[in-house]
């Protein structure tokens, strides 16, 4: 089955910085890569993501991008807000109907 | 609804007793999943509902957890007999119909505490 591993499982950034959480996924049949955000007391909640047939995709502040030769993705986050400090999740489908989560990244934004 | 609707959001048990969570999906979605989130750790697979197929059980841990969806549409998740390492967020999302690439909506959750 699918494994997908994220890094880091925490990050802590001033306000104005960027951000870089990474994922390796194992099954080349993937072929789906959402990003999810979870504030506390929440249930995750899509912010991006991104389907193999492209590269990269951005969205004012964040953005994502995939290589498929080396089975990674990542999520870019630029002049990151304290409103943006929440747990990220990568998660990635296609090889099997039911996504597999990476184990999270706990964002904090210093004010 | 607007959107996946769990219940109860707390819930606290004593060992050994059983629980019940009940997850409401999008209307119109047929794709229902249950996922665990034990603190610290991602969003482990237990059960995954499509349409009138036979659920995919693979992550369920034991024998004590088990779910049901009647109608197509409520799902309630069972745990019997609790332990203390069940306790978790359950959380329930919902999809279209289950196809990969489609946004799968989580509800909040249900904290589940066993003492």
């Known amino acids: 089955g699918e494994n997908v591993e994220q890094h880091p499982s925490t990050l802590s950034v001033q306000e104005g910085d960027s951000a870089v959480i990474k994922c390796t996924y194992s099954d080349s049949a993937s072929n789906y890569f959402p990003w999810y955000k979870q504030e506390l007391g929440k249930g995750p909640q899509l912010i991006i993501d991104i389907r193999s047939n492209v590269g990269e995709k951005k969205d004012q502040r964040i953005a994502v991008t995939l290589n498929k030769t080396a089975k990674h993705f990542s999520l870019h986050i630029t002049e990151t807000q304290p409103e943006d400090s929440a747990v990220y999740f990568c998660?990635?489908?296609?090889?099997?109907?039911?996504?597999?989560f990476g184990r999270g990244t706990s964002l904090i934004v210093h004010p | 609804g607007a959107g996946v609707s769990q219940s109860p959001s707390n819930k606290v048990t004593e060992k050994g007793k059983d629980v019940e969570l009940r997850c409401d999906p999008i209307?119109?979605?047929?794709?229902l999943y249950w996922y665990r989130q034990s603190l610290g750790q991602g969003l482990e697979f237990l059960i995954y509902?499509?349409?009138?197929?036979?659920?995919?059980k693979s992550g369920l841990p034991s024998d004590r957890f088990s779910a049901e969806r009647t109608g197509g549409s409520v799902s309630t998740l069972t745990i019997q007999r609790t332990q203390q390492e069940d306790s978790a967020v359950y959380l329930c999302a919902s999809s279209l119909d289950g196809r990969p690439g489609q946004e799968a909506f989580f509800g909040q959750g249900t904290r589940l505490t066993v003492v």
């Open positions: 998660a990635a489908s296609g090889g099997s109907y039911i996504p597999t």
């Open positions: 209307s119109g979605h047929t794709a």
């Open positions: 509902f499509q349409g009138n197929s036979a659920p995919d």
